[in-house]
């Protein structure tokens, strides 16, 4: 008698899905004790859950509805970020729940508020995406808070790497004084493709360069930036109703050209030779 034994592979396919959030963008979790001024980055990151400071300026806040400047317009707590007119400034780092997908796309969206003390200047603010807590990464969005308004800013970007960290800066351009306010960062997921209209129509020409370019862009374009090869801004432009601009840059290298709408960022690589 021959005993047949059949042996049954069952493949199981699973359909594994997950989104990525920030931790802590609301700034609710934390320990600070009430509110709490000119934090050094370590205390600021030891005060702060899944949050790190790592900023020149070494003066973040921990603000609450009872501090007296502003109410937050969301929950209870925000963060305040300063830049001297020594050319210091404050930078932070919000934890994931998982690390981007490079070439993902993906949305986000926060509250921000220019204040008005001391006669400071409303200086641009710069999102990024970072794989260390203590380093800016590569500038996913720039921002200009509106004085004494919370304004809720909304956009989506492709993530430039597998970034497990948002960090925050103020635009480290120029010598003026600012306080900036945040709250309330949100990510999520966006299904499909990223529309490529502005990466079609955002040129630079000549490119490469002996240092005289034209760069031309849609009327939806807010800002443009030039940063150098070491992530620092050397130019910037509100080009709002522009649709071109002529540019020098006397020093060879490698620059990246910003450009910034309402709801989209890319970059663009410049050789100056």
């Known amino acids: 008698m021959k005993i ?25 979790n934390n320990s600070a004790s009430s509110c709490e001024f000119n ?36 929950n209870d707590w925000f963060v305040s970020l300063s830049k001297n007119p020594n050319g210091t400034y404050d930078e932070l780092s919000l934890e994931l729940s998982a690390n981007l997908i490079l070439g993902n796309t993906y949305e986000i969206s926060y509250f921000e508020f220019a204040a008005n003390i001391f006669n400071n200047s409303n200086i641009p603010l710069q999102l990024g995406l970072s794989t260390d807590s203590l380093n800016f990464g590569q500038v996913i969005y720039n921002s200009l808070p509106i004085i004494n308004t919370w304004t809720q800013r909304t956009f989506s970007f492709i993530a430039p790497n597998n970034g497990k960290y948002i960090t925050v ?6 010598f003026l004084k600012a306080y900036n306010l945040i709250d309330n960062i949100q990510l999520t997921t966006v ?41 620092q801004v050397i130019k910037m432009e509100n080009v ?21 709408t309402k709801k989209d960022f890319i970059a663009k690589k410049l050789i100056v030779y």
């Open 4 to 28: 047949i034994i059949v042996v049954v592979f069952t493949l199981v396919f699973m359909e594994s899905s997950y989104s990525q959030t920030i931790i802590n963008g609301d700034f609710e």
């Open 39 to 74: 934090l050094q980055n370590s205390v600021y990151s030891n005060r702060m859950n899944n949050s790190w400071g790592f900023g020149s300026n070494d003066e973040l806040d921990i603000q609450t509805n009872t501090c007296g400047l502003v109410n937050p317009p969301s």
């Open 169 to 174: 800066r103020i635009d480290s351009a120029g």
């Open 191 to 231: 299904n499909g493709i990223n529309d490529n209209s502005l990466h079609t129509a955002a040129c630079l020409f000549p490119n490469p360069t002996n240092g005289k370019f034209t760069i031309s862009f849609p009327s939806s374009v807010q800002y443009i930036q030039i940063l150098n090869s070491l992530g």
């Open 240 to 260: 709002n109703g522009l649709t071109s601009l002529n540019f020098e840059i006397e020093t060879n290298g490698v620059y990246f050209v910003n450009f910034s």
